[in-house]
């Protein structure tokens, strides 16, 4: 199992220090029709991934099962933006994910979206990203998404896996753009001043 950079982990406790990523029970859609799950295929994540989302509509889907459509692939909601480098070695990749979440809204009429990323990601490692790049990444997915079907709700999910313990968390925007501006560029400061 790959393990979580040192950058990475500075970048992700920054991101819990400042409140970025928040506990998903605070935030939770309405899920009454179910949830479309962009993520990752990692085998290593998505079954943590997959029972998280079962949990989460426990009560709360109007099915008499938890009704969670997978979409995934390799690198999960960073492959939805066609200049990730994510898909360097597979152009045309972004268009077909995104029209199969799109169709998989219309075909389950389900109009709640999340998009997911984890950290470590190999394939965001393969490419070169960092935690902060994932996350912008996932952000970018989102708003792809919304903006090519009218009526769509989404949010992006992180998990972070440390020391073998995995755990779920809400990417919240506003604190995100907040953090961007007055944390980041202090925290990469200090990043390079440790290399």
């Not at 079962?54 to 492959?79: D, F, K, M, S, T």
């Not at 792809?144 to 009218?150: A, G, H, L, P, T």
Request: charged share 25%; hydrophobic share 40%; with cysteine.
């Amino acid at each position: 199992m790959l393990e979580i950079s040192g950058v990475d982990k500075v970048i992700v406790d920054s991101l819990l220090e400042h409140g970025v990523l928040a506990s998903v029970a605070s935030y939770l859609l309405d899920q009454s029709r179910g949830v479309i799950v962009l993520t990752c295929g990692d085998g290593d994540q998505s079954h943590d991934i997959f029972s998280y989302h079962v949990q989460l509509q426990e009560g709360r889907c109007n099915y008499p099962h938890p009704r969670i459509h997978l979409c995934a692939w390799n690198g999960g909601a960073l492959r939805i933006n066609p200049a990730s480098a994510t898909n360097r070695t597979a152009p045309g990749a972004a268009d077909i994910f995104l029209a199969e979440v799109l169709d998989a809204s219309d075909l389950k009429d389900i109009p709640v979206v999340v998009t997911y990323c984890h950290v470590p990601c190999g394939k965001a490692y393969a490419a070169r990203m960092n935690a902060k790049e994932v996350f912008e990444e996932n952000i970018r997915a989102k708003k792809i998404i919304k903006s090519r079907k009218s009526g769509i709700k989404a949010a992006c999910f992180v998990q972070v896996c440390r020391e073998g313990k995995k755990r779920s968390y809400y990417l919240v925007r506003e604190r995100w753009e907040a953090w961007l501006a007055n944390v980041w560029p202090n925290l990469v400061l200090s990043l390079v001043r440790s290399l």
